[in-house]
């Protein structure tokens, strides 16, 4: 088991960024497929973006292509989330998490509950 803490988040109005970082403060995320999660009030948790251990494999919900980048760096243990022309609709407690790589393109197909590690989150709000 690995412990993930999320940091970075905040307050920012439509169109401006904000960077969100998930580091591992116990244990390694080196050799996992990470994701980054967000659910907001009365809503279902849902996937943000998924990386793969080397980074060459990344995959996008719909709501955040082209707006948010995913990145890794493996040598800090740390996972980070650009997130550009941010909208109100992108308000929501934002999750890192780890899971299980098992082989190439494993992690595109994984499913929420697959996740096994967990941040507490950050919170990101965004006015318009």
């Known amino acids: 088991q690995v412990q993930l803490v999320e940091s970075g988040g905040g307050s920012a109005q439509a169109g401006e960024s904000l960077r969100v970082s998930c580091a591992a403060s116990?244990?390694?995320?080196?050799?996992?497929?990470m994701g980054w999660f967000r659910q907001a009030p009365g809503k279902e948790r849902e996937r943000v973006a998924i990386?793969?251990?080397?980074?060459?494999?990344?995959v996008y919900s719909d709501s955040v292509q082209g707006r948010f980048t995913i990145s890794r760096d493996n040598a800090k243990n740390t996972l980070y989330l650009q997130m550009n022309n941010l909208k109100p609709e992108d308000t929501a407690t934002y999750y890192c998490?780890?899971?299980?790589?098992?082989?190439?393109?494993?992690?595109?197909?994984?499913?929420?509950?697959?996740?096994?590690?967990w941040g507490q989150g950050t919170q990101v709000t965004v006015s318009s």
């Open positions: 116990r244990g390694s995320t080196r050799s996992s497929c």
């Open positions: 998490a780890a899971a299980l790589y098992r082989g190439p393109g494993s992690c595109r197909r994984l499913l929420l509950h697959e996740f096994t590690d």
């Open positions: 990386m793969s251990p080397g980074g060459g494999t990344t």
